[in-house]
Protein backbone atom coordinates (compact mmCIF):
# COMPACT_ATOMS: atom_id res chain seq x y z
CA UNK A 1 0.00 0.00 0.00
CA UNK A 2 2.98 2.34 0.81
CA UNK A 3 4.63 1.02 -2.36
CA UNK A 4 1.28 2.26 -4.68
CA UNK A 5 1.24 5.37 -2.80
CA UNK A 6 4.74 6.78 -3.40
CA UNK A 7 5.22 5.34 -6.68
CA UNK A 8 2.03 4.61 -8.67
CA UNK A 9 3.66 3.42 -11.82
CA UNK A 10 3.19 3.97 -15.80
CA UNK A 11 0.91 0.78 -15.86
CA UNK A 12 -1.38 2.37 -13.54
CA UNK A 13 -4.66 4.04 -14.71
CA UNK A 14 -5.84 7.72 -13.76
CA UNK A 15 -8.72 6.61 -11.94
CA UNK A 16 -7.09 4.26 -9.53
CA UNK A 17 -3.61 6.74 -8.95
CA UNK A 18 -6.55 9.58 -8.40
CA UNK A 19 -8.28 6.96 -6.23
CA UNK A 20 -4.86 6.09 -3.82
CA UNK A 21 -3.77 9.34 -3.87
CA UNK A 22 -7.35 10.79 -2.39
CA UNK A 23 -7.79 7.76 -0.13
CA UNK A 24 -3.97 8.13 1.55
CA UNK A 25 -5.04 11.19 3.88
CA UNK A 26 -7.86 8.53 5.10
CA UNK A 27 -6.23 5.31 5.26
CA UNK A 28 -2.12 6.56 6.57
CA UNK A 29 -3.61 6.47 9.64
CA UNK A 30 -5.38 3.71 9.60
CA UNK A 31 -2.55 1.45 8.55
CA UNK A 32 -0.23 2.73 11.31
CA UNK A 33 -3.25 2.02 13.67
CA UNK A 34 -3.54 -1.59 12.26
CA UNK A 35 0.14 -2.12 12.91
CA UNK A 36 0.77 -0.97 15.86
CA UNK A 37 -2.65 -3.39 16.91
CA UNK A 38 -0.69 -5.94 15.35
CA UNK A 39 2.49 -5.23 17.19
CA UNK A 40 0.70 -4.99 20.85
CA UNK A 41 -0.57 -8.62 19.66
CA UNK A 42 2.63 -10.12 18.77
CA UNK A 43 4.62 -8.35 21.56
CA UNK A 44 2.71 -8.85 24.48
CA UNK A 45 3.37 -12.93 24.02
CA UNK A 46 6.87 -11.90 25.35
CA UNK A 47 5.72 -10.19 28.65
CA UNK A 48 3.52 -13.26 29.09
CA UNK A 49 6.29 -15.62 29.14
CA UNK A 50 8.19 -13.51 30.98
CA UNK A 51 5.23 -13.39 33.75
CA UNK A 52 4.82 -17.15 33.44
CA UNK A 53 8.48 -17.73 34.10
CA UNK A 54 8.50 -15.87 37.36
CA UNK A 55 5.82 -17.35 38.59
CA UNK A 56 7.19 -19.69 41.53
CA UNK A 57 4.14 -22.46 41.06
CA UNK A 58 4.56 -22.17 37.48
CA UNK A 59 8.57 -23.64 37.58
CA UNK A 60 10.44 -26.06 39.61
CA UNK A 61 12.47 -24.29 42.64
CA UNK A 62 16.19 -25.31 42.21
CA UNK A 63 18.15 -25.73 44.64
CA UNK A 64 21.49 -25.28 44.70
CA UNK A 65 22.75 -27.00 47.59
CA UNK A 66 21.38 -30.37 46.92
CA UNK A 67 24.51 -32.67 45.95
CA UNK A 68 23.90 -34.59 42.60
CA UNK A 69 25.76 -36.80 40.32
CA UNK A 70 27.42 -34.35 37.74
CA UNK A 71 25.75 -36.23 34.76
CA UNK A 72 25.58 -39.96 33.74
CA UNK A 73 28.91 -40.26 33.12
CA UNK A 74 29.95 -39.01 36.97
CA UNK A 75 33.43 -41.10 37.60
CA UNK A 76 31.68 -41.68 41.09
CA UNK A 77 28.61 -43.58 39.94
CA UNK A 78 29.28 -47.00 40.76
CA UNK A 79 27.86 -48.34 37.19
CA UNK A 80 30.96 -45.84 35.69
CA UNK A 81 34.10 -47.54 37.56
CA UNK A 82 36.38 -49.75 35.31
CA UNK A 83 35.09 -53.57 34.69
CA UNK A 84 37.66 -54.69 36.26
CA UNK A 85 37.07 -53.30 39.46
CA UNK A 86 33.50 -54.37 39.07
CA UNK A 87 34.22 -58.02 38.76
CA UNK A 88 36.69 -57.74 41.43
CA UNK A 89 34.38 -56.09 43.59
CA UNK A 90 31.80 -59.39 42.10
CA UNK A 91 33.66 -61.87 43.00
CA UNK A 92 35.01 -60.35 46.74
CA UNK A 93 31.24 -60.43 47.92
CA UNK A 94 30.29 -63.77 46.14
CA UNK A 95 33.49 -65.10 48.49
CA UNK A 96 31.03 -63.74 51.46
CA UNK A 97 28.37 -65.19 50.44
CA UNK A 98 30.05 -68.65 49.90
CA UNK A 99 31.64 -68.23 53.64
CA UNK A 100 28.43 -67.87 55.58
CA UNK A 101 26.71 -70.54 53.32
CA UNK A 102 29.55 -72.87 54.38
CA UNK A 103 29.22 -72.16 57.67
CA UNK A 104 25.50 -73.11 57.50
CA UNK A 105 26.03 -76.82 56.64
CA UNK A 106 29.84 -77.42 58.14
CA UNK A 107 28.34 -78.22 61.71
CA UNK A 108 25.98 -81.27 60.02
CA UNK A 109 28.90 -83.28 60.23
CA UNK A 110 28.88 -82.74 64.18
CA UNK A 111 25.34 -83.79 64.70
CA UNK A 112 26.21 -87.50 66.01
CA UNK A 113 29.51 -86.37 67.87
CA UNK A 114 27.74 -83.46 69.94
CA UNK A 115 24.73 -85.88 70.63
CA UNK A 116 27.24 -88.49 72.18
CA UNK A 117 29.69 -85.64 73.80
CA UNK A 118 27.28 -83.71 75.34
CA UNK A 119 24.66 -86.36 76.56
CA UNK A 120 21.43 -84.82 74.44
CA UNK A 121 18.76 -86.31 72.26
CA UNK A 122 19.47 -86.54 68.30
CA UNK A 123 16.89 -83.82 67.34
CA UNK A 124 18.38 -81.46 70.67
CA UNK A 125 21.59 -82.06 68.49
CA UNK A 126 20.40 -81.46 65.15
CA UNK A 127 19.81 -77.46 66.37
CA UNK A 128 23.41 -76.65 65.72
CA UNK A 129 22.06 -76.79 61.95
CA UNK A 130 18.59 -75.72 62.15
CA UNK A 131 19.10 -73.02 64.65
CA UNK A 132 21.29 -71.34 61.53
CA UNK A 133 18.56 -71.47 58.55
CA UNK A 134 15.26 -72.65 60.37
CA UNK A 135 12.01 -70.65 59.83
CA UNK A 136 10.57 -71.80 63.08
CA UNK A 137 11.27 -74.75 66.04
CA UNK A 138 9.51 -76.21 68.22
CA UNK A 139 10.07 -79.03 70.05
CA UNK A 140 8.80 -80.43 74.04
CA UNK A 141 11.38 -81.34 76.75
CA UNK A 142 12.39 -79.68 79.84
CA UNK A 143 14.97 -77.37 78.23
CA UNK A 144 13.17 -76.16 74.95
CA UNK A 145 9.42 -75.47 75.54
CA UNK A 146 6.82 -75.77 72.84
CA UNK A 147 6.39 -71.83 72.21
CA UNK A 148 10.13 -71.33 71.76
CA UNK A 149 10.75 -69.98 68.58
CA UNK A 150 14.48 -69.11 67.27
CA UNK A 151 15.21 -67.67 63.00
CA UNK A 152 18.61 -67.12 62.20
CA UNK A 153 18.56 -66.53 58.08
CA UNK A 154 15.14 -65.65 58.67
CA UNK A 155 15.18 -62.82 61.07
CA UNK A 156 18.35 -61.63 59.43
CA UNK A 157 17.24 -60.12 56.36
CA UNK A 158 14.61 -57.92 57.82
CA UNK A 159 16.81 -55.77 59.77
CA UNK A 160 19.90 -55.66 57.30
CA UNK A 161 17.62 -55.41 54.06
CA UNK A 162 16.30 -51.91 55.79
CA UNK A 163 19.65 -51.01 56.87
CA UNK A 164 20.97 -51.49 53.86
CA UNK A 165 18.90 -48.76 51.99
CA UNK A 166 19.48 -46.44 54.62
CA UNK A 167 23.10 -46.52 55.72
CA UNK A 168 24.38 -47.83 52.21
CA UNK A 169 25.56 -51.88 51.32
CA UNK A 170 29.07 -51.65 53.06
CA UNK A 171 28.11 -51.03 56.78
CA UNK A 172 25.56 -53.56 57.50
CA UNK A 173 27.44 -55.95 55.20
CA UNK A 174 30.75 -55.66 57.15
CA UNK A 175 29.02 -55.28 60.36
CA UNK A 176 26.92 -58.25 60.04
CA UNK A 177 29.68 -60.33 58.28
CA UNK A 178 32.55 -59.64 61.70
CA UNK A 179 29.49 -60.34 63.76
CA UNK A 180 28.56 -63.90 62.06
CA UNK A 181 32.75 -64.71 62.11
CA UNK A 182 32.78 -63.83 66.29
CA UNK A 183 30.09 -66.21 67.07
CA UNK A 184 31.93 -68.77 65.48
CA UNK A 185 34.15 -68.34 68.63
CA UNK A 186 31.49 -69.38 71.36
CA UNK A 187 30.60 -72.99 69.20
CA UNK A 188 34.47 -73.73 69.14
CA UNK A 189 34.45 -73.71 72.51
CA UNK A 190 31.55 -74.27 74.01
CA UNK A 191 30.84 -77.06 76.90
CA UNK A 192 27.28 -77.19 77.22
CA UNK A 193 24.59 -77.42 74.23
CA UNK A 194 22.56 -74.32 75.18
CA UNK A 195 26.09 -72.44 74.15
CA UNK A 196 26.66 -74.32 70.50
CA UNK A 197 23.05 -73.30 69.89
CA UNK A 198 22.96 -70.23 71.04
CA UNK A 199 25.97 -69.49 68.99
CA UNK A 200 24.65 -70.95 66.43
CA UNK A 201 21.79 -69.53 66.26
CA UNK A 202 23.33 -65.89 66.77
CA UNK A 203 25.39 -66.62 63.47
CA UNK A 204 23.70 -67.82 61.83
CA UNK A 205 21.46 -64.09 62.31
CA UNK A 206 24.32 -62.52 61.42
CA UNK A 207 25.39 -64.51 58.65
CA UNK A 208 22.24 -62.96 56.78
CA UNK A 209 24.20 -59.96 56.10
CA UNK A 210 25.68 -61.10 52.84
CA UNK A 211 22.78 -62.69 51.66
CA UNK A 212 20.74 -59.73 52.53
CA UNK A 213 22.87 -57.28 51.02
CA UNK A 214 25.18 -58.81 47.85
CA UNK A 215 21.82 -58.81 45.63
CA UNK A 216 21.79 -54.73 46.66
CA UNK A 217 25.70 -54.68 45.57
CA UNK A 218 25.10 -56.10 42.17
CA UNK A 219 22.19 -53.78 41.21
CA UNK A 220 24.36 -50.93 41.97
CA UNK A 221 27.32 -52.32 39.73
CA UNK A 222 25.68 -53.63 36.56
CA UNK A 223 22.90 -52.62 33.91
CA UNK A 224 20.46 -55.70 33.36
CA UNK A 225 21.99 -57.26 30.76
CA UNK A 226 25.52 -57.60 32.51
CA UNK A 227 24.20 -58.24 35.73
CA UNK A 228 23.12 -61.83 34.87
CA UNK A 229 26.21 -62.52 34.34
CA UNK A 230 27.17 -61.34 37.83
CA UNK A 231 24.16 -62.91 39.49
CA UNK A 232 25.64 -66.48 38.87
CA UNK A 233 28.56 -65.78 41.08
CA UNK A 234 26.34 -64.57 43.79
CA UNK A 235 24.17 -68.05 43.04
CA UNK A 236 27.47 -69.99 42.75
CA UNK A 237 28.17 -68.96 46.34
CA UNK A 238 25.04 -69.97 47.37
CA UNK A 239 24.26 -73.12 46.17
CA UNK A 240 28.46 -73.96 46.31
CA UNK A 241 28.80 -73.44 49.99
CA UNK A 242 26.56 -75.86 52.12
CA UNK A 243 27.48 -78.82 49.31
CA UNK A 244 31.12 -78.10 50.48
CA UNK A 245 30.66 -77.24 54.32
CA UNK A 246 29.77 -81.05 54.89
CA UNK A 247 32.80 -82.31 52.53
CA UNK A 248 35.21 -79.99 54.81
CA UNK A 249 33.56 -80.77 57.57
CA UNK A 250 33.85 -84.63 57.62
CA UNK A 251 37.84 -84.17 57.18
CA UNK A 252 37.87 -81.90 59.61
CA UNK A 253 35.82 -83.62 62.18
CA UNK A 254 37.34 -87.08 61.56
CA UNK A 255 41.04 -85.78 61.54
CA UNK A 256 43.23 -85.02 64.87
CA UNK A 257 41.80 -81.72 65.06
CA UNK A 258 38.53 -82.51 65.81
CA UNK A 259 35.11 -81.26 65.32
CA UNK A 260 35.41 -78.13 67.83
CA UNK A 261 38.04 -77.11 64.44
CA UNK A 262 34.97 -76.39 61.78
CA UNK A 263 34.04 -74.11 63.69
CA UNK A 264 38.00 -72.86 63.61
CA UNK A 265 38.39 -73.36 60.19
CA UNK A 266 35.44 -71.24 59.07
CA UNK A 267 36.17 -68.35 61.86
CA UNK A 268 39.32 -68.13 59.73
CA UNK A 269 38.02 -68.87 56.32
CA UNK A 270 35.46 -65.43 57.62
CA UNK A 271 39.17 -63.88 58.38
CA UNK A 272 40.69 -64.18 55.41
CA UNK A 273 37.61 -63.13 53.15
CA UNK A 274 36.34 -60.63 55.51
CA UNK A 275 39.53 -58.77 54.97
CA UNK A 276 39.65 -58.77 51.28
CA UNK A 277 36.06 -57.21 51.16
CA UNK A 278 37.11 -54.58 53.62
CA UNK A 279 39.85 -53.52 51.65
CA UNK A 280 38.33 -54.21 47.62
CA UNK A 281 34.38 -53.82 48.50
CA UNK A 282 33.90 -49.96 48.60
CA UNK A 283 30.72 -48.31 49.34
CA UNK A 284 28.15 -49.43 46.07
CA UNK A 285 24.91 -47.28 46.97
CA UNK A 286 24.60 -43.62 44.76
CA UNK A 287 22.74 -42.34 47.40
CA UNK A 288 25.06 -42.96 50.42
CA UNK A 289 28.05 -42.08 47.95
CA UNK A 290 26.04 -38.60 47.40
CA UNK A 291 25.36 -38.40 51.24
CA UNK A 292 29.54 -38.92 51.45
CA UNK A 293 30.06 -36.32 48.68
CA UNK A 294 27.48 -33.25 50.58
CA UNK A 295 29.41 -34.15 54.01
CA UNK A 296 32.88 -33.60 51.82
CA UNK A 297 31.41 -29.86 50.90
CA UNK A 298 30.44 -29.37 54.29
CA UNK A 299 33.56 -29.93 55.78
CA UNK A 300 35.12 -27.90 53.46
CA UNK A 301 33.24 -25.13 52.75
CA UNK A 302 31.55 -24.81 56.30
CA UNK A 303 28.19 -24.57 54.72
CA UNK A 304 25.41 -26.84 56.12
CA UNK A 305 23.14 -26.34 53.48
CA UNK A 306 25.22 -28.87 51.39
CA UNK A 307 22.58 -32.40 51.26
CA UNK A 308 21.76 -35.22 49.42
CA UNK A 309 18.21 -36.61 48.28
CA UNK A 310 18.82 -39.34 50.82
CA UNK A 311 19.26 -37.76 53.90
CA UNK A 312 15.71 -36.88 54.08
CA UNK A 313 14.87 -40.34 53.89
CA UNK A 314 14.36 -41.92 57.54
CA UNK A 315 14.40 -45.50 58.74
CA UNK A 316 10.67 -45.17 60.53
CA UNK A 317 8.63 -48.10 61.38
CA UNK A 318 6.16 -47.32 59.22
CA UNK A 319 8.57 -47.38 56.71
CA UNK A 320 9.77 -51.00 57.43
CA UNK A 321 6.45 -52.25 57.95
CA UNK A 322 5.00 -50.41 54.58
CA UNK A 323 8.48 -51.59 52.52
CA UNK A 324 10.11 -54.26 53.61
CA UNK A 325 7.99 -56.32 55.31
CA UNK A 326 4.36 -56.01 53.61
CA UNK A 327 5.52 -55.41 50.38
CA UNK A 328 7.10 -58.87 49.97
CA UNK A 329 3.82 -60.38 50.31
CA UNK A 330 1.75 -58.38 48.43
CA UNK A 331 4.27 -59.19 45.51
CA UNK A 332 3.76 -62.70 46.67
CA UNK A 333 0.07 -62.50 45.87
CA UNK A 334 -0.39 -60.58 42.83
CA UNK A 335 2.57 -62.46 40.78
CA UNK A 336 2.12 -66.19 40.61
CA UNK A 337 5.14 -67.07 38.83
CA UNK A 338 6.83 -64.95 42.08
CA UNK A 339 4.86 -67.49 44.44
CA UNK A 340 5.51 -70.70 42.43
CA UNK A 341 9.47 -69.94 41.81
CA UNK A 342 9.43 -69.25 46.02
CA UNK A 343 8.03 -72.40 46.68
CA UNK A 344 9.87 -74.23 44.66
CA UNK A 345 13.35 -72.97 45.57
CA UNK A 346 12.35 -73.21 49.45
CA UNK A 347 11.67 -76.59 48.49
CA UNK A 348 14.66 -77.84 47.59
CA UNK A 349 16.83 -75.45 50.16
CA UNK A 350 14.70 -77.68 52.87
CA UNK A 351 15.44 -81.11 50.98
CA UNK A 352 19.27 -79.89 50.85
CA UNK A 353 19.36 -79.26 54.65
CA UNK A 354 17.29 -82.29 55.51
CA UNK A 355 19.94 -84.61 53.74
CA UNK A 356 23.07 -83.34 55.52
CA UNK A 357 21.19 -83.76 58.67
CA UNK A 358 19.80 -87.07 57.55
CA UNK A 359 23.16 -88.53 56.20
CA UNK A 360 25.39 -87.28 59.28
CA UNK A 361 23.50 -89.74 61.91
CA UNK A 362 25.26 -92.67 59.44
CA UNK A 363 28.41 -92.85 61.30
CA UNK A 364 30.95 -94.49 58.96
CA UNK A 365 33.95 -95.67 61.00
CA UNK A 366 35.31 -97.64 57.83
CA UNK A 367 34.66 -97.29 54.22
CA UNK A 368 33.20 -101.20 54.63
CA UNK A 369 30.15 -99.98 55.98
CA UNK A 370 29.09 -98.41 52.65
CA UNK A 371 28.31 -101.88 50.92
Known sequence: MAAEIADPGPGLHAPSTRTSVDAAPTMIPDTPQKSVEDLTTSNNSFPD???????????????????????????????????????????????????????????????SIVEEKFQVTQVVATLGVALFVLVRFSHKNAQWQ??????????????FGPMSEVLGRRTPLLCGYALFAIFQIPVAVAQ???????????GGFFAAAPL?????????????????????????????????GPIAGGFIA?????????????????????????FFAPETSAPRILQHR???????????DYHAKADAEKLTMERVLTVYLIRPFVMITQEPILALVTAYMSF?????????????????DTLEDIF
Open 254 to 278: ESHLGWRWTSWITLIMAGVVGALAF
Open 348 to 364: LYGIVYLLFEAVSHQRL
Open 294 to 304: AAALRKKSGNI
Open 49 to 111: IEMAQEKEGDRPVVDEFLVEFSGPDDPDHPKNWTTRRRWGITVVVGLLVFTVTFASSIFSVNI
Open 192 to 202: NIATVCVGRFL
Open 146 to 159: ETDRFQGFVFGPIA
Open 212 to 244: SVVGGILADLWDPIPRSYAICIFAAGGFAGPVA
